[in-house]
Every structure is written in structure tokens, then in C-alpha cells.
């Protein structure tokens, strides 16, 4: 099965970028849907984006699309989520997860595999 680690969080101000990326290691890559999901305090996690393994087709939750970019490099067994103009309501816990059901999903429930987190928060 496939292990996951997120990388790039941290702490900027309202209308910022930030960049976040996902290690994938264990199984091979290509044969995941990858997706990027969030969970703010006291709220239940949240799907954000998701990518196809080929990464032809993404998926944005309306929140932030036009904003938030996800890409993918299976060479190097990474997905990435780029963040731009990003909000207090963004504020999170970013959680990177990986999909080998299909169809695809954007439900919590269809991505067996999690990374930690990291977390994000833009200030006002």
C-alpha cells in the first residue's frame, strides 16, 4: 500500500501563495487517484481537489477553485497543490490522500490512504 507525506504548510497573510506538495512511497504511484483534502477546527474534513492518475482530469471543490491548482509528477511520485489568493477561510489542516477506487471520488470515504497533515493559516 502507499505511504504519504505532505510538505509546505505554514503561516501567511490573506492573499499569499502557498505550495504544497505529497511524497507518495511503497506502491506505485500512477495506479492512484490523488486527492487533497481539509479539515478546519471543529469542522468536518473537506475534499479540496483531486487528480486522475494520468493527471488529465481534475476536480475542484467550489470553494476554491480559480484559486487552488493540483498537478501531479509521476516520475517523482509527487502531487502538488498550489494555492493562490488564499483566505482566512482556508485556514486548515491540508491532508494529502490516495484513491485506488474507482470510479473517482470526491468523498472522504473513498480514499483508503492518508497522509498526516499539514497545517495552513493565513491571517486577515
Not at 36 to 61: D, H, L, M
Not at 75 to 81: E, S
Not at 86 to 109: F, M
Request: positive net charge; hydrophobic residues 30%; glycine residues 10%.
Amino acid at each position: 500500500q502507499v505511504q504519504l507525506v505532505e510538505s509546505g504548510g505554514g503561516l501567511v497573510q490573506a492573499g499569499e501563495s502557498l505550495r504544497f506538495s505529497c511524497l507518495a512511497s511503497g506502491d506505485t504511484f500512477s495506479h492512484y487517484t490523488m486527492g487533497w483534502f481539509r479539515q478546519a477546527p471543529g469542522k468536518e474534513r473537506e475534499f479540496v481537489s483531486t487528480i486522475t492518475w494520468n493527471g488529465i482530469n481534475t476536480r475542484y471543490a467550489d470553494s476554491v477553485r480559480g484559486r487552488f491548482t493540483i498537478s501531479r509528477d509521476n516520475a517523482k511520485n509527487t502531487v502538488h497543490l498550489q494555492m493562490n489568493s488564499l483566505k482566512p477561510e482556508d485556514t486548515a489542516v491540508y491532508y494529502c490522500a490516495a484513491s485506488n477506487i474507482v470510479p473517482v471520488t470526491t468523498t472522504r470515504a473513498g480514499y483508503p490512504y492518508w497522509g498526516q497533515g499539514t497545517q495552513v493559516t493565513v491571517s486577515s
